[in-house]
């Protein structure tokens, strides 16, 4: 089953920051984007669901330090983009 990734005008402005503070991280973050519409379940993504106040969001990991942070509507196969950046920028 394929996924269909949504992108919210909010993601796209925190992503195109993310991405001129860290260009180095393009073709990561582009290949992590083309694995969630095809498996977000895929082992090198790391995918979790999240806990406390972000509870109902998930995440999957850029490398180490980056993270991406989604919504699963597992009934229509969305993934909803909410935010990208390190663990810190994303947890607060």
């Known amino acids: 089953m394929n996924y269909r990734v949504v992108y919210t005008p909010g993601y796209n402005k925190r992503a195109a920051r993310f991405l001129k503070k860290h260009p180095e991280l393009y073709s990561q973050y582009e290949n992590v984007l083309k694995l969630l519409e095809l498996d977000p379940h895929h082992p ?8 406390g106040s972000l509870c109902d969001l998930h995440s999957v990991s ?7 942070t989604l919504e699963i509507i597992i ?18």
């Open 44 to 51: 090198s993504l790391r995918l979790h669901r999240l806990k």
């Open 62 to 68: 850029i490398n180490m330090s980056y993270r991406i």
């Open 75 to 92: 009934h229509d196969g969305q993934l909803i983009l909410i935010d990208v950046g390190s663990h810190d920028e994303v947890y607060r």
